[in-house]
């Protein structure tokens, strides 16, 4: 028998706000990032993808990981420790991934470039770490959800590197979408598990963008 929680999940509700909010702005829709994810892509160019998602994701605490530490809403601790467990393994992938991309792409405004993706893992911090009741919920999930269609460049990556890459090890759909629909059981929780979503994708999109400048700059100079 369905749970009320399980039943709202599918039903209404912020799960899936979260989930309408990932199909328009998430990495899926950026063309830059569906670019990667063909034989069109340059190995420089996932080269310098790869580097760009270590910076952003690839150090510990993560964003799953500062949002269990804080843990605001206490019926999210469990689903948290499950998606900081499975993003250790995502760390480690990308690891293994940078090491055989070799150096980083030569890029006119390098610089420029690393303090826009020190903003950007600088605003993920904050939003893990928010304790406005369901923020980091919200960023959290749009950042599982969001992470399937990263995942779609990670994998193009290592088939490019010749490098295996296993599969990830995160929380099913249904117990994160369970999850997200009891912690937002008010609409300030909903509101608020929106905005850490939109503010989680709006810095992968600007990821995104910011990767798309770079290959044009290199391909100008």
């Known amino acids: 028998?369905?749970?009320d929680t399980a039943a709202k999940a599918q039903r209404g509700g912020a799960w899936p706000l979260v989930v309408r909010?990932?199909?328009v702005d998430g990495t899926a829709g950026h063309p830059w990032a569906r670019r990667l994810m063909t034989r069109a892509a340059a190995r420089r160019d996932l080269s310098d993808a790869v580097h760009a998602l270590t910076m952003l994701h690839g150090n510990q605490p993560g964003v799953a990981d500062d949002a269990l530490l804080r843990c605001v809403q206490p019926d999210a601790c469990?689903?948290?420790g499950e998606v900081a467990a499975g993003f250790a393994g995502e760390r480690a992938v990308l690891a293994r991934l940078v090491a055989a991309a070799g150096p980083l792409p030569s890029t006119p405004g390098q610089a420029a470039s690393e303090s826009a993706i020190l903003g950007q893992r600088h605003a993920l911090e904050m939003l893990a770490r928010s304790d406005r009741l369901g923020?980091?919920?919200g960023a959290v999930a749009a950042m599982l959800i969001d992470w399937s269609a990263v995942r779609g460049v990670l994998d193009h990556a290592g088939r490019c590197f010749?490098?295996?890459v296993p599969p990830p090890q995160l929380p099913v759909e249904i117990d994160t979408a369970?999850?997200?629909a009891a912690l937002g059981g008010t609409p300030a929780t909903e509101?608020?598990?929106a905005f850490g979503a939109q503010q989680l994708l709006a810095q992968h999109r600007g990821?995104?963008?910011l990767l798309e400048a770079r290959a044009e700059a290199r391909d100008r100079g």
Do not use: G
């Open 1 to 3: 028998m369905v749970s």
């Open 21 to 23: 909010l990932t199909a």
């Open 78 to 80: 469990d689903w948290l």
């Open 135 to 137: 923020c980091a919920s």
């Open 162 to 164: 010749s490098i295996p």
């Open 178 to 180: 369970t999850t997200i």
């Open 191 to 193: 509101r608020a598990i």
């Open 207 to 209: 990821l995104w963008t």
